[in-house]
């Protein structure tokens, strides 16, 4: 969920700077949907001919982001499960990054097992997430928040293969467990005091509605959980934030 307000667009860019591009000549982008990040890494990549590769398992999405970037030769696409191995040679990336990818794998260290090989020898690693039940809301029924949100944070949606609203934070232990890589975790905390598009806690609130259409919570409870932000900032209250967590590493 990139966002176009100018609260996820520094999010972003604080994600690519725990990166040290300079060293860059060949990027894997695994599953991050639209090709957002893609575009802005090829900007990024100093080195001639530097060339960036996304993966993603929805061809849909594959084939709009391919869309996206027709005729510029950095860039190359191709729809298959990060899950099962890849077809590149071992040491094939300098850089491999996954955002707000992997709680939705069944299988996460095959994948991380998989990050490994395709790492060159100082190969660096960007892996981040939302820590979903890391989401404040000011509002004044804190039952009903905490009710909405935690749902929010165990819901496994439709598209998804699995679901942990806690990856952020467990994506240290994740990763370290493996055995294969060596870093550290960073954090970044994203805070709106405004409840307007295009920020990206408003966009958060409404996507809530989605579980009343799919029978996780009452649509009472969206309608007034929806009624109370809206009056808490007309106040003045409101106040929304999420915590995003980076691991940076090497491979071992």
Known sequence: MVGSGKDSVALREYLYSLIDWSRVQSVLDAGCGDGYDLGRIGNLTPAAGASCMRIDSSAD?????????RGDSRF??????VEEPLPFPDGYFDAVICIDMLECLHNKQSFL?????????DGQFLCTHFDWDSQLLNATNKDLVR?????????????????????????HGAIESTGL???????????????????YGF???????????H???ERIDYD?????????ASSGAYFYSITHFAYVGKKK
């Open 61 to 69: 999405k594959i084939e709009a982001a391919r869309a996206t970037y």
């Open 113 to 121: 097992k998989e990050v490994h090989r395709l790492l060159s020898a």
């Open 147 to 171: 009710r909405v949100l935690h749902a929010w944070s165990d819901w496994k949606q439709p598209w998804m293969g699995a679901c942990d609203g806690w990856m952020g934070r467990r994506l």
């Open 203 to 213: 966009a958060r609130i409404h996507d809530l509605a989605a579980m009343a259409e």
């Open 215 to 217: 029978g996780r919570i």
């Open 76 to 81: 190359a696409f191709l729809t298959a499960d």
């Open 181 to 199: 890589f060596q870093g550290e975790v960073k954090s970044y905390v994203l805070i709106n005091t405004e409840f307007a598009a295009p920020l």
């Open 224 to 232: 007034d959980l929806i009624r109370d932000v809206r009056e808490t």
